[in-house]
């Protein structure tokens, strides 16, 4: 009798899992010819070249994979067996964690961009990199880039530079259908790029064809005299529950406009799973709130209501863990 009740419960609980089928109609041109390819995520403890999870090149071209049977949500990404070559963005750099809910469709299907051991050829950005720069610049500070895309502001947050642990700065830039004049600051024309011998430039002028990389030098600083600003990350470590899977999530504040769907403030998911945001400010307080997109969805108190806003004391810490309560359309 127990084990008939032991096969019935077996039975019920197979029926209530689902099947998900996973395919992958395009790959980059340049895939190397026979490469497999796998899939790993959160059911495999995120194994890169785990062979239960090799996908099996059709003959029309695409690749597919039918997942164990399940519930819930799963979080996923494509490589070629390792890390080195998993999937990357249509420039090479790192993508969020796929995600799909078992039981919303039978069979989804996805394109990797591009893979991280091979050259993008897709991209829709340039890369502008200070792989030379003065001696004296000064650790702590940032460098800016203005232009006549951003009414040649020098000290513009939304365009500085990323130091590379490697000690290069670096920038993405969406390619606009024009050539770009623009120069380096550290904040302010006080601190402009000169020559060597410490004399105005003319602007530096960039057409956006060839190569999707630029590698410039910084020959010397009208003065190391920089703008102090201050770095946070903000966590969303828990949200309501009727938050939907692979939604998107913006912070907005007195920072950006109060924009509620700015691009350039998105949460983006680590590798972890973790939703981030990292703010850079010189303000020495900022105010803000959490949104879906637009002031429809923002953040309110567990009974609706408006919520105050929030508030950030430049380096009262270097994460910030953020509960939503929920939001005003749900």
Known sequence: MFRFSLLILTGMLLASCYRQQVVIDQVPLNTPEGSDIYITGNFNNWDPGD???????????????????????????????????????????EIGNRTLVYGENDTVVDRVASWGDTEPMNCTQKVIVIDEYPENTPNEALIYLASQYNNWNPGDLKYTLKKHPKGFYYINLSKPGECMDYKFTLGGWESVETDNKGKDIENRQYCFNGGDTLFLKVSNWKSVSYRKTGKVTFVLDK?????????????????????????????KTDVSGKLLCTLITDKEMISFKITRGNWNSVETLPSGDDIANRTYINGQADTIYLKVERWKDR
């Open 51 to 93: 062979e239960k999870f090799r996908l099996t090149h059709n003959p029309d071209g695409t690749y597919s994979i039918d997942l164990p049977r399940g519930v819930g949500q799963v979080e996923y990404k494509f490589t070629r067996g390792d890390w080195t070559s998993g999937e990357k963005n249509e420039c090479g750099y």
């Open 239 to 267: 949200l309501p529950a009727l938050t939907k899977p692979a939604e998107q999530f913006y912070i907005t504040g007195d920072f950006n406009n109060w924009n509620p769907g700015d691009p350039g403030y998105a949460f």
